[in-house]
């Protein structure tokens, strides 16, 4: 495994695992979420820049383009779940399980 | 919500589970994917309600890091080999990786705790399309992958049928047990689908079929936990005598449509000499029948205490059955001697 790819990989399973294991507030999953996604954008471009394929080029703007209308999406959430619950606190969300 | 926000979300509902049918790329299956997710949040939070509210919120968080985990397989597949079609993936631990967060995304067994949470919040008609429609574009992404990683899907498949009728034993609310009853359903259909992906095929239309009118009842009489299905045999007595046959279609006896696909898998099973997985698979499937008995036992067989009044409220205000409920409700029953056409059309 290339040194590259390894570096991504960590970034990623770290991220992944930042929204398993600390979800106290939306925010912060939010955020490893992002990173989530900014690991699979470098992903994606260091992979069409090292083939060099014309085909795939496009292809890490188009998940950025997605991973934006996913954190808007994520925000948008954030402020319902504020303005119903009171809190943006993952723990409070128990209204569900009863 | 505004009809015409309304029908732009259904729009986009629909066009992306068709990307993700349409694709033989990993990217645009899950852009597929992901256009689905942002579609459906906006419709299950569209009652400012804070139930719905949260079941958006896990909806979400549980959706989007298992989209980005199937992008992180396809593009760890692509360095590897180079490749991005569906079909063609090559590398182990990218596929099961691939195929647990499917999985997840379905709510299938030992990642499926989200779906009754989430399904507890929505009002019936969303949930419908959660548990049918929603399910269709991860499980033909699993349907591209089969029949390289055997013990995963099996596994998989018989942990969701155990843990979908185990976990509806201890449910009051109709909602939850729809959710479980799903559960158990996508494990049959994980079961076969190694050994027989048109017998997967059938099960899925089959359990659309028959869950179609069992959450449209539910919907029009606004049963929301099963001390209310009483109510059932008041206001609409001709539906409170045709749910107890309805629901034990859902769970799979004899002489209704439900029987099909638990013969014909059983059957298939035997067939490649599985007798272990048969026997595990349909012990586990007399979980679920016990909490489908128990809600139409309680919807028509007994009779609530109420006075002479109450009992014939239909006599005042008739209630009219909606039209996609009388459709629906009669293949979902009737369909067993319709088997040698089915198969012929399927198999």
Redesign the interface.
């Known amino acids: 495994m290339p040194s590259t790819q390894f570096v991504f990989f960590t970034m990623f399973f770290l991220s992944l695992g930042g929204i398993t294991f600390y979800r106290n507030h939306i925010l912060s999953v939010l955020l490893c979420l992002e990173g989530l996604m900014l690991s699979l954008f470098l992903l994606l471009a260091i992979w069409s820049l090292e083939t060099n394929t014309t085909l795939f080029m496009a292809t890490p703007m188009l998940l950025l383009a997605f991973s934006a209308c996913e954190a808007g999406l994520g925000l948008a959430l954030l402020i319902a779940t504020t303005r119903t619950h009171g809190a943006a606190n993952l723990n409070s969300l128990t209204t569900l399980r009863w | 919500m505004n009809p015409i926000t309304l029908s732009m979300f259904t729009t986009a509902l629909l066009s992306g589970t068709l990307i993700t049918l349409s694709s033989t790329n990993w990217?645009m299956a899950w852009?597929g994917l992901?256009i689905n997710t942002?579609a459906i949040?906006p419709i299950i939070?569209r009652k400012?309600?804070?139930?719905a509210?949260?079941?958006?919120?896990?909806y979400?968080?549980i959706q989007?890091?298992a989209a980005?985990?199937i992008?992180?397989c396809a593009?760890?597949n692509?360095?590897m080999t180079?490749q991005w079609e569906i079909n063609q993936m090559s590398t182990d631990l990218p596929i099961i990786l691939i195929l647990i967060s499917l999985a997840f995304k379905m709510g299938m067994a030992p990642v499926h705790s989200w779906l009754p949470?989430?399904l507890?919040?929505l009002d019936l008609m969303t949930g419908l399309v959660l548990s049918t429609w929603q399910k269709l574009a991860p499980f033909y992404l699993i349907l591209q992958l089969h029949s390289t990683h055997s013990l995963t899907l099996i596994l998989l498949g018989t942990m969701s049928i155990l843990v979908g009728g185990w976990g509806g034993l201890n449910q009051t609310q109709t909602r939850k047990i729809l959710a479980y009853s799903s559960i158990t359903h996508m494990g049959w259909m994980l079961v076969i689908l190694q050994f027989s992906p048109e017998l997967t095929l059938m099960t899925f239309t089959l359990y659309v079929t028959m869950t179609l009118p069992v959450f449209m009842i539910l919907h029009q009489n606004n049963t929301l936990s099963i001390n209310k299905l009483p109510i059932l045999a008041t206001h609409t007595p001709t539906i409170s005598a045709l749910i107890p046959l309805l629901l034990l279609s859902l769970g799979g006896l004899p002489p209704l449509t439900g029987f099909i696909p638990k013969w014909l898998i059983i059957q298939k099973m035997s067939h490649l000499g599985l007798f272990g997985l048969a026997t595990i698979t349909a012990l586990s499937g007399l979980f679920s029948l016990y909490f489908y008995l128990r809600l139409s036992y309680i919807s028509s067989i007994t009779m609530s205490p109420s006075s002479n009044l109450t009992t014939a409220t239909w006599r005042l205000t008739p209630n009219s059955i909606p039209l996609g409920l009388k459709t629906t409700i009669v293949p979902s029953m009737m369909l067993l001697p319709l088997t040698p056409m089915i198969n012929s059309l399927l198999l």
Not at chain 2, 53 to 58: G, N, P
């Open positions: 990217l852009m992901e942002m949040i939070a400012h309600h804070p139930r509210t949260e079941a958006a919120t896990k979400f968080l989007a890091p980005a985990t992008l992180f593009i760890t692509a360095w180079g949470d989430v507890q919040g």
